[in-house]
């Protein structure tokens, strides 16, 4: 290991251009330095659920949008933000049925709902976009209600495609 891996003076270890990015709420002690550092979520999504537009329903609701495209998006990229939107919820990814889950919710969400929750899930609020991002709170609600309504269904439609592919197989070995 080289020897600087390690600071050998008082100094922050926090990135003046980490810093800049403005997702950290950082407590500095008397001297000026970092004691502590927190990252805060500044997305549209957080925002409408501070203000009370959406609820942790609607969160869940987001987090399984973002498990089942990064499911279907998996071999080509991954999204941090998304990532973090997972694993926050405790979710874990369940292959090809997320893939299919996502598919299917792709051909009933209208690129208007798809559009606002994209959008709620990646944008950050910011202090120029905030009076709009406010002004449409209503279309974001509209979006997630409709997402809230479509995931139950097509949980319930896969699971009864997986149950009778079962079925299936058990009815061919039984036969045989």
Same mark, same amino acid.
């Given at each position: 290991?080289? /020897?600087?891996?390690? $600071? !050998?003076?008082?100094? &922050? *270890? =926090?990135?003046?251009?980490?810093l ?7 407590s500095?002690? %008397?001297?000026g #330095?970092? &004691?502590q550092?927190n990252?805060t979520?500044r997305?549209?999504l957080?925002y409408l659920?501070e203000?009370?537009? *959406?609820? #942790?329903?609607?969160?869940s609701?987001?987090? !399984?949008?973002?498990l089942? /495209?990064? +499911? ?7 999204e $941090?933000?998304?990532i973090?939107l997972?694993?926050l *919820?405790?979710?874990s ?9 996502y @598919?299917?919710l792709?051909?009933?969400?209208? @690129? #208007?709902? /798809?559009?606002?929750?994209? @959008? +709620? =899930?990646?944008d950050?609020? !910011?202090?120029?976009n905030?009076?709009?991002? #406010?002004?449409?709170?209503f279309?974001?609600?509209s ?6 309504r *479509? =995931?139950?269904q097509i949980?319930?439609?896969?699971h009864?495609i997986h149950?009778? %592919? ?11």
């Amino acid at each position: 290991m080289h /020897q600087d891996a390690y $600071p !050998t003076k008082r100094e &922050n *270890l =926090i990135s003046n251009w980490r810093l800049r990015k403005g997702d950290l709420d950082v407590s500095r002690d %008397a001297a000026g #330095y970092i &004691n502590q550092a927190n990252v805060t979520d500044r997305t549209i999504l957080a925002y409408l659920i501070e203000i009370r537009a *959406l609820d #942790y329903g609607h969160l869940s609701a987001a987090a !399984t949008y973002a498990l089942w /495209q990064h +499911a279907f998006r998996k071999p080509f990229f991954a999204e $941090p933000r998304k990532i973090y939107l997972i694993e926050l *919820l405790g979710q874990s990814e369940n292959g090809s049925f997320d893939e299919s889950a996502y @598919r299917m919710l792709l051909r009933r969400l209208d @690129r #208007y709902h /798809q559009d606002a929750i994209e @959008r +709620a =899930i990646s944008d950050d609020v !910011t202090p120029s976009n905030r009076d709009g991002v #406010y002004a449409a709170r209503f279309k974001y609600l509209s979006a997630f209600d409709f997402l809230l309504r *479509l =995931i139950p269904q097509i949980e319930d439609e896969l699971h009864a495609i997986h149950d009778a %592919a079962n079925k299936a197989k058990e009815n061919a070995c039984h036969a045989s």
